[in-house]
């Protein structure tokens, strides 16, 4: 649920603070031009709550990106409207208004964050003081 119902202006990333992904989402914000952001409403406990979670309780780093606002602008309120109208609502169909640009710039940051991944020379790591490090299996890597 990324949310492209506001212009593209940076990436909220979930659990930019917990691994090393952050470099590389990092890097792919920057090749395509985009900040990357931390969750500007962290009482929200979004990271534990996202579909990228079975992997962290399986000991995989990961992430969850959605389009970034900053806490309390206009793009914000935006945001917390659909929250309240729409999300879950029957109106939450295909007929609401989406960005289509910011649809396509999400993309090309999620594409470029694919193939950093991807390239890398190194496994995924935890930080070593985030709390969800403990769920991490300490077996080697395939060969």
Request: aromatic share 10%; no cysteine; glycine share 4%.
């Amino acid at each position: 649920m990324f949310l492209p119902i506001i212009p593209l202006k940076s990436i909220m990333v979930n659990g930019l603070e917990e691994s090393d992904l952050a470099a590389d989402a990092r890097r792919a914000g920057q090749a395509v031009g985009l900040a990357v952001i931390t969750d500007p409403e962290p009482e929200e406990n979004r990271f534990v709550r996202s579909d990228q979670y079975s992997f962290i309780l399986r000991g995989v780093p990961a992430l969850s990106m959605k389009v970034g606002f900053g806490r309390d602008t206009p793009e914000h309120t935006t945001i917390k409207e659909f929250r309240a109208k729409r999300y879950h609502q029957p109106s939450d169909d295909v007929d609401q208004p989406v960005n289509l640009e910011a649809a396509a710039g999400f993309e090309r940051f999620y594409i470029a964050l694919v193939e950093a991944v991807a390239n890398r020379e190194t496994r995924l790591k935890w930080n070593a003081d985030s709390y969800f490090r403990r769920f991490a299996r300490n077996t080697p890597a395939p060969r």
